[in-house]
């Protein structure tokens, strides 16, 4: 099994959730969260006065799924989130050891 975690633009979050959900992916975990990258923010002008902005904000989708569901689900979030503009996101795949279902007790894949 494996955790995805996808930093993208707040407003591709719904259509990368229902792609997501079309190729058959129900769970994911959702935060709104800020930060920033290569781009380093921006400035704006705000009454007259200019300000900087250092962290801009962004969504985060957590998936675990099973290994072979990894590529397609990657694969598809790439395809929704990409504006093809600077602070499209990041994708990271991390390996989860266990999942426990904490009402059933199922472990592993069943959890999921």
Do not use: N, W
């Amino acid at each position: 099994m494996k955790k995805i975690e996808a930093v993208i633009k707040p407003f591709k979050l719904d259509d990368v959730r229902e792609a997501l959900t079309e190729i058959g992916i129900t769970g994911m975990t959702v935060s709104e969260v800020k930060g920033f990258g290569r781009q380093r923010g921006h400035t704006e002008i705000y009454r007259g006065a200019e300000y900087a902005v250092d962290f801009l904000p962004k969504v985060k989708i957590e998936l675990v799924l099973p290994d072979e569901q990894v590529e397609r689900a990657v694969e598809t979030i790439i395809e929704i989130a990409r504006s093809g503009k600077i602070g499209d996101g990041k994708i990271f795949i991390l390996p989860v050891e266990e999942v426990i279902r904490i009402r059933t007790g199922e472990t592993a894949e069943a959890a999921v």
